[in-house]
Structures are given as C-alpha cells and as structure tokens.
C-alpha cells in the first residue's frame, strides 16, 4: 500500500515493512524504513558481515558507532557454518548476536566473483565452492529458500550480476535471466515477516536498465536495488545510470545501491534518490592500515605519522579519534596488533554512519546540495595522501 | 612506613603508594594497592599489554571486564614505537588510552628469552634486537631510565631470569647478578612516583632463593616479585618455593609473582601468600581458539561445538557468554575470523579477574580454602577435554 504526501513525502507498507520517505531536498531524501527487528533511518550505510562478522567489529561496538542495519552473505554462511546451524540459533541475529535488521544478499555476487568453473543455466548457476571444490546449483528457490532460513529481514533476489564493462550481448542475457530469476524468487517466497528486495541490472546501458528496470516494476516488489555498477565502469557512467535509476524506480519504495563505500561517492548516490548502501570497504581499508580521513585516506604506514599526535579525524566522535592517537595507531599497524584493525574498523564504519546522519540532517533542512558540495571539495581536497 | 594491624592486617606507604593487607585467611591475603593512576584490590590479575596494547582488546573492554592495572613490555617499547614516542605522549597511559595503573617490566625477561648472542656482563647485558638484528646493551640505570620515561606506576628493576631447569651454577650466578642489578637500579631511580620492585631468583634451589630474598630485603623495597618460576620446573617444585617466599617477604609489601595464569595455579598461588600476577595465557590461548570453562580448557576447534548452542561457560558473566554461543564462536575461530580471538580474550580475561574476585570474598569470608579445593576439584575435572 502506498501513500503519496505533499512535497515529495510518502508512506510505503506491506505487513511488518514499512518506507516512508519523510524529508526530499532535490532528489536526495529522507525517511524511515520500518522491519520486525527496528526501525532504521535513511539515508543508511550498512555494514556488511559477510560470515556472520563484521571484520573485527563485535556487535555492541556496530550499535555504539551508530549502525542500525547489518549485512551478511548467504553464499558463506551456506557453507560456513551451514544454513542449520544458524537456524537452530533462531535465525542469523540470535547467533551473532545482533538484534537490529539484518539484510541477506543471494549468494548470486559471490557464485559470480568467486571461483571458477561456473555454468549458467536459465534456471540456476552451477558452481564450485570455494571452501571445498564441491559442485552446487543455486537456483532462486533456493537462495530464497536459504534467506527464509537464515531469517534476516530483508533478503534479496537471486540475480545475475552484469558489469557496465561486459559486452552488450551478456548484459542484455544477464538482464533476461535476472527478470526471470525476480519472479521465481517472488514465486518461492514464503515468509511474510521478510522483505524480498527486486535487483535490478543492466550495466551501464540506457536501454538494458529501462528493460530490466520495466521487468522489475512489474513484478512489484516492496524494495529495488541497483546492481551492477561500482564495479569498474567510469565515474560518470555509474552516476548518469543512477541518474536514471531514480527517474525509473517508484519514489515511494525504498533504493538500495549494492556495494558503495567511498564517501564522495556516497554522497553523489544519496544525492541521486538512493536510500541505504552497503560495502565491504570500510573495514577492508582499516586491515590495510587506511583510514577515512578529513581530506581524503590516509595510508598510517607512512613514517609522517609516527610522532603524530592527533587523532585521526579532530572533528570525529568515534572511540578511536576520542582515545588514541595517529602514532599509537601507526604503532599498531606497524606492528600487526589485531587493535589496529579494530580501531580502524570503528573509525571508518562511524566516519560512513556519521555521513549519513550529516546527509540526513541536511535533507531535512533542505541544504544538501551544499552539504554534499562541501563535503566533497574537502575530501577530495587531500588526494590520496598515503 | 609500615604499620601491623591485628588479625594479619597491614598498611604500608611510601609518598605516591600504599599497600593495605585488609584481610589474612590462611596465607592468602586480601589487600589493596594504591598508585597515582588509582586503587587495585589485591589479589589481583595483570592483563599483558605486550606493545601497548593486551592482543585483540580496547582498553574500555578491558575496563569493562574488570581488569584494573595493565603490564607493558619495555623491551618492546623500546623499540617500537621507541620510548620518545610514548613519552611524547605523556606516559603509556596516555599513549595506549589506559587509565588506569599500568606496571612495565625491565626489558630483562625478553632480553633473555628472546634472540641469541647474549653477552651478560657483571654491568648489564649485550644482545640482538628481535626488530632490526642492532646490538644493544641493557644495564640497570638503562632499564630504569627507560621506565621513567614510559612513565609507569609500577616498575621493575632489572633482573637476570634463572629458570629452575638451569644448572646450579647459573642459577647462582644470576642471583649475584640480580642483587648487584637491584642495588644499581635503585641508585638510578630519579622519580618519585614510581614504585620500583625488587625481583628474588635463585631458581627452586632454596639456599639461593634465601641468599637472593637476603640480598633483596636488604635494599629494602617496596614491593617484591617472584621471578624465575613458571618456566619449566615442576610443579611441585614452584609449590614449595612460593612456600619458602610466603615464608621470606616481608607481610607487608606487595607480592607479585611473574608469569602464571593457569587458573589452577592461580588459585594455588594465592593461597601461598602472592598478591598479583600476570600472564599472556589468557590472551594467547585466545588466539589459538582454546577457553577457559567451568570443567577445564574448551578447544573451539573441535568438531563437537559445531552445533553447541551454549555459551563457553553458562555462569561467566562476560560479553562473549552473554550473547554468543559456542557454536558460533567455533565458527569464527574455523573461520580466522578475528572477532573469534577478540570474544576468546574477552572471556579468558574475565575467567582470571573473576577468578580474583571470588578468591578476595572467600578471603574476606575466611572460606578460602573451602574456594580453592572446589575451584580446584572442578576446574581439573574436565582434563584438557581438546
């Protein structure tokens, strides 16, 4: 059910969900997405806990720093430790220990980024895992079958994801079998208490997201998300089709933009209507010893940090920056104490919930264009300073 | 200044410290120790926080888990980051966010431990640094110096560490040693904040352990440690030696024995009159998956745990027991996960601090040794059931 309000407001529900787009400044907005587990507020970063872990995160420190809503990945966690094991803990929250929203992917990205040896079928993909070489099918009524099982709150379709740098003629096939695959999904789909969120595709092709994204619409999901993009194609061709992704996408439904980190790039998406967002990058960059500066990255290796004794960021309220310094934490890189990576991983996931929360403040007092505006001169300002 | 009060009670104080033995029962001892960083019931569990930081735990989680005074490496510091660096911070304390009291060692442990090519000299030592292969030599006055600049409450003079297991000879060479370092490094110290503590050796021989607690007392410290134990000997060897130095230390001084973390000894240690310790077991242990349980050591490797839906101990009152099971911790551990070393560690180190917290209410309750034949009893149930 859907209700349209004045000034670009509306009220998306559908049993225990709810969307409501609250606050639109340009084509940036702001609202609520409501789940069985909480509430969540958006626009929203989404840490991801690929094998039922935020990287070096517990649980209590996500909350701490501001994350609402969590990730994992059905493609590990059905191999490790098992989709039974995590059910006899209830579903994924009781058995890692986190009582906010969850949100499962398919397993689809990793069956198409990791291994080899992969056959596509127009009804599943035949793999390789990567923990034991075994072969498996995934088909849609199994990765909805696993995500019921697993019990996040949001779980999403099985989906064939298709680069902008692929040649056309896989594109076009890849948006064919992932409209097809939609609607096994929404035909295998049981559970009434999750959101099964349409991906749509198309690489960075005009025409393939206006089909893709017209196949999608017409199955009428309670959520879309972009696939595809963030993943080598050029700047400027992923932002003009999220340009057209936020003309084509319903505005009462929420957006997710799968796999984006970079806080200017962050800011561009929330810019162009998305609503949450995900990526791996935060604490992949703190095990690198990296972290999310005021302008721009800074690499800690670099001797120049070693009497440093400011924090990372003056401005950020993370435990990190509050407690220790630009030495102390070089000092932990350097020597590969795991708190390294722990305050990093803090500092990076608060520096993107953070931006959120500044993005949100903004759209409700109508200045986001110049929030983002700023923001970015600024973080660009440093370069990569590594 | 030292003051008996009745029933085996005492106070003792020098300018920036005191140290009250409040309750006797038997010859374990319940106390508290006063520093400029703050006030440590005794007995008392030191986490070791090796290169300025205890492996895989923010100091507000170790706050968190009840630990009260914390243990740096000189040896370490030394030279990574290198002491300017932490006295640019002020002290340790404010370059690793503790706090709290902090104790340092001499450096003397890992000088002997680690590397090759040791020349000991009457005056110090000569060795290979670990980091870079440069050659160094420690004395007294160094090791003091180095410490004052770590800016420490409690620190340690330089001692030369003779196991036991080592040839009589030796043994009593390092005591002469050792005394010659005592008195060199109390004529080095310049601050008054500090407490310096003498080190007894002599091995489990007992005419050397006389001669070297002789020679300690003596100089007159404010607080003696136990060194030399825990590294190889019997152990019914180390039983009788912390017998003998129960019976040699002065009853109002601080007792601190180095090295032991086995909750056994633990506990067998307390009841023979030590009033602090410390250990890298707990933390160390963590990072190989294995936990301290109720029955005795739980290895998370094992195939058992794979669907064990308990927590590691059902009457711990850490995080990790309060929110995980030990199937998913396995899972982590399996996984090289590194929330897994995290949890373990958080757990470990709340066994031994509550380990001191019950043996200080028993102590009070004059039930001690009722505590330890149960702790004891069960704990050594279970075998290593790896």
């Known amino acids: ?41 958006t626009p929203c970063f989404m840490p991801v806990g690929t094998k039922a872990t935020v990287k070096a995160v517990a649980p209590r420190d996500l909350a701490d720093l501001g994350a609402r809503i969590i990730l994992g990945n059905t493609y ?33 990205f990793q069956v198409f980024s990791l291994g080899d040896t992969r056959l596509i ?50 594109v076009a096939l890849a948006v ?19 959101l099964l969120v349409g991906i749509v595709q198309g690489g960075v092709d005009e025409h393939q997201r206006r089909r893709s994204a017209a196949d999608l619409l017409a199955l009428d999901f309670g959520a879309y998300a972009i696939g595809g993009l963030s993943m080598g194609e050029r700047g400027d061709e992923m932002l003009s089709t999220v340009d057209l992704m936020d003309e084509l996408l319903p505005r009462d439904r929420l957006r997710y933009f799968m796999g984006i980190g970079d806080p200017v790039g962050v800011v561009a998406v929330i ?14 960059l703190a095990r690198t010893g990296t972290a999310f ?25 993370c435990y990190c920056c509050r407690h220790f310094s630009r030495a102390y934490v070089r000092h932990l ?38 929030f983002a505006g700023e923001f970015t001169m600024r973080y660009s300002a440093g370069g990569y300073r590594e």
Chains 1, 2 share one sequence.
């Open 1 to 41: 059910m859907s209700v349209p309000m004045s000034d670009g407001a509306s009220l998306w529900s559908d049993g225990s969900f709810s969307f409501a787009v609250k606050h639109a400044d340009g084509r940036a907005r702001a609202g609520r997405l409501s789940t069985p587990h909480g509430d969540v507020e």
């Open 76 to 108: 590990h966690l059905y191999f490790r430790p098992g989709v039974d094991v995590v059910a006899a803990h209830g579903s994924l929250h009781g058995f890692m220990g986190w009582d906010g929203p969850i949100l499962t992917d398919s397993g689809g």
């Open 121 to 170: 079928h127009d009804d599943g993909v035949e793999f390789t895992s990567v923990y034991d070489g075994s072969r498996h099918l995934f088909t849609p009524a199994l990765a909805v079958e696993a995500q019921e099982r697993l019990g996040a709150d949001i779980i999403m379709c099985l989906d064939q994801c298709a680069p902008g740098t692929l040649p056309a003629p896989e």
């Open 176 to 194: 064919d079998r992932t409209t097809r695959w939609a609607a096994a999904c929404l035909q295998a789909k049981r559970r009434e208490d999750q």
């Open 271 to 284: 810019g162009r209507g998305v609503d949450v967002f995900d990526c791996v990058l935060p604490t992949r």
């Open 293 to 317: 500066g005021r302008e721009g990255r800074l690499n800690l290796r670099n001797a120049r940090f070693a009497t440093d004794r400011r924090p990372l960021d003056e401005t950020c309220d």
């Open 333 to 370: 890189v350097n020597q590969k104490e795991m708190l390294g990576a722990q305050l990093l991983s803090l500092h990076n996931l608060r520096v993107l919930v953070r931006l959120t929360e500044d993005a949100r403040a903004a759209i409700r007092a109508g200045r986001f264009e110049e």
